[in-house]
């Protein structure tokens, strides 16, 4: 369950960029690596340094150039203070994963659309809690037991509208499996065969990859990074780094944000961790899961 690394931020919340969790069940078993934990608290990759510098981790086969992504992205995408992303589903609110909240991001600025924005508050979903340090020894089970237990979401209310960004739609139907996503992000790269580079994270090159919704749960949905034998065009997964990033999925001609990038599942000691290699299950926050949640707050403050 790493969608990250294991690292603990100054604010002692772990990051999950990589992170991996106790299979539910219906879930596959894969393999993903423990430098995710050294990164990204909740999953991420090794030190080593790549040469072709993206983020998304993609198919070794494939130019990654073609994975690339022309700045700014799409409007809905915003980058976080620390790292990671959120999306923009109001003119005042924005969805993220809760382990990329690592402080106090109260008055803080965003860039959304080339203004910047402050931040009014953060709301953090009862259902989160930070990892304990027993999930973060040798053994991966503890980890992906608790990463997939919690629910990794969050709010972020704006003190003032946005104005020349396009919020995107919440997915509300419950048929998500099959559907096929682009996924956004600036985190770190790599390729199927080598697995993700935690020190490509600093370039911060916007890329994206698609994939096919495999499995869901109740507020889980997974995808798996295929070989090229049976893979996408564009196939890829995400990487330490783009924690919070949208998936996309295009119905009946109008996009709609599904899921936000959160962990990747691992079996074994965390030490051997290597995230992003073929085979690997991807985690995304279901988004229609937390629906409801979500427009309880914004109705909340329109009234």
């Known amino acids: 369950m790493f969608g990250g690394v294991l690292q603990q931020p100054a604010s002692g919340r772990a990051h999950e960029s990589a992170h991996q969790a106790a299979p539910q069940a219906g879930w596959k078993r894969t393999t993903v690596s423990r430098k995710t934990v050294a990164n990204f608290l909740v999953v991420t990759a090794l030190l ?21 992504v022309p700045e700014p992205g799409p409007g809905y995408l915003v980058d976080l203070p620390h790292e990671g ?11 993220t994963v809760a382990h990329t909240i690592f402080y106090d991001y109260t008055g803080h600025k965003l860039s959304i659309a080339g203004d910047s ?12 809690s930070d990892l304990t340090p027993r999930a973060l020894e040798s053994d991966s089970e503890a980890l992906m037991r608790q990463l997939s237990a919690r629910s990794d979401i969050a709010l972020i209310e704006l003190a003032d509208p946005v104005d020349g960004a396009e919020p995107i739609a919440l997915y509300r139907g419950d048929d998500e499996r099959g559907l096929r996503v682009e996924i956004f992000g600036r985190g770190s790269t ?5 697995g993700e580079v935690a020190a490509t994270k600093a ?13 869901t749960s109740k507020h889980w949905l997974a995808y798996e990074f295929d070989p090229p034998e049976s893979a996408l065009p564009l196939e890829g997964m995400h990487g330490s780094g783009d924690s919070g990033g949208p998936a996309v999925a295009v119905v009946e001609g109008r996009p709609f944000l599904i899921g936000l990038s959160s962990w990747q599942y691992y079996e074994g000691d965390l030490d051997d961790f290597v995230g992003g290699l073929y085979g690997t299950l991807a985690f995304q ?16 403050r329109r009234e």
């Open 85 to 95: 992303h959120a999306v923009l589903i109001s003119d005042r609110w924005l969805v």
């Open 203 to 215: 370039v911060r090159e916007l890329r994206r990859c698609e994939n096919i919704i495999a499995e």
């Open 117 to 128: 924005y402050e931040i009014a508050r953060v709301v953090v979903h009862p259902g989160y």
């Open 190 to 194: 790599g390729t199927g065969v080598r």
């Open 285 to 300: 926050v279901r988004i229609s899961a937390y629906s409801r949640w979500i427009d309880s707050h914004i109705a909340d």
């Open 48 to 68: 080593a340094l790549y040469a072709d510098s993206v983020a998304i981790v993609v198919r070794h086969d494939v130019d990654a150039t073609e994975y690339r």
